[in-house]
């Protein structure tokens, strides 16, 4: 997979793509990033990338002119013609004003040969770049940074994640917060509880009494089926407390409507 940055700011990234994950996937060769200076494709004394908007207003936007010029030099070329040439690229504009990025967009973005992430600027970016150069304009919150250096960031981490071979426990990735995709079950009980969409159940290790909190006596019982429950009931009463929204959208067995009733009735998992 090949991910391209275009920003004011490359030096801004040498940080977070050196370590960790990132780090590994690009020396293991499953992944490739390179990061663009917007400022190289801008051509007058002062490498100008931003021009005041028509029609007034504060703050300065960022011209489509080095955008494009930089885009098309990769050789992505217009949204139109890759929609004629049927690549799978993608070409993404972080945004204040975009969809906002979740789990599912970034398994969607994993399976792309090729994703381009500009970086637009706090104030905005030309509408023409938006329009006629990329194919997604996404968010990663409902907040506004300075720029989309951070979401770049966030996105590539997000997506590396779901390389194969990027992560040593591939199957840990389909047991997180966020993920709706549930592989088939093993044989036998499984002591496991991919989300589902929903937060991830809490966890926890040895000392199994550290400073008077103890571990819940389920999870050393052995008993595997037991310990679903449990964790099922757990993740589902997180969802219900810190991200009630997520339950609108996720699909509740027999079982799940009887734990989260007693979630609601306030009836404690451990």
């Known amino acids: 997979m090949q991910i391209d940055i275009v920003t004011i700011f490359p030096d801004f990234f040498r940080g977070p793509l050196d ?7 690009q020396e293991a060769g499953l992944m490739t990033i390179a990061v663009h200076d917007l400022r190289g494709f801008a051509h007058d004394r002062h490498r100008t990338v931003d021009d005041r908007p028509f029609g007034g207003g504060e703050g300065m936007v960022l011209k489509p002119e080095p955008i494009f010029e930089c885009v098309e030099g990769l050789g992505l070329g217009s949204r139109q ?12 504009l972080l945004s204040a004003q975009g969809k906002k990025f979740d789990q599912s967009m970034a398994a969607e973005l994993v399976h792309l040969e090729r994703v381009v ?10 509408e023409r770049v938006g329009r006629f150069l990329a194919d997604r304009e996404l968010s990663i919150g409902d907040y506004v940074l300075s720029g989309g250096e951070l979401g770049a960031s966030v996105i590539v981490d997000c997506v590396t994640r779901l390389i194969p071979g990027a992560v040593g426990n591939e199957a840990s ?22 989300s589902g969409g929903l937060l991830d159940y809490p966890h926890y290790t040895r000392p199994a009494d550290f400073r008077g909190m103890t571990v819940p006596e389920i999870l050393a019982s052995g008993n595997h089926d ?3 429950r449990w964790r099922r009931q757990a993740a589902l009463e997180k969802t219900l407390q ?18 989260l009733a007693k979630a609601k009735s306030g009836e404690n998992s451990g």
């Open 226 to 228: 037991e310990i679903r």
């Open 19 to 25: 370590y960790g994950i990132i780090r590994r996937a």
């Open 242 to 259: 810190n991200r009630p929204d997520l339950l609108q959208d996720t699909r509740l067995s027999k079982e799940d409507a009887d734990l």
């Open 173 to 194: 990735t389909q047991q997180e917060s966020f993920t709706k995709r549930v592989r088939a079950a093993a044989k036998g009980p499984d002591s496991t509880c991919v």
């Open 81 to 92: 013609e890759r929609i004629a040439r049927r690549t799978n690229q993608s070409v993404v």
């Open 117 to 126: 992430l500009i970086c637009g600027r706090y104030e905005g970016v030309d």
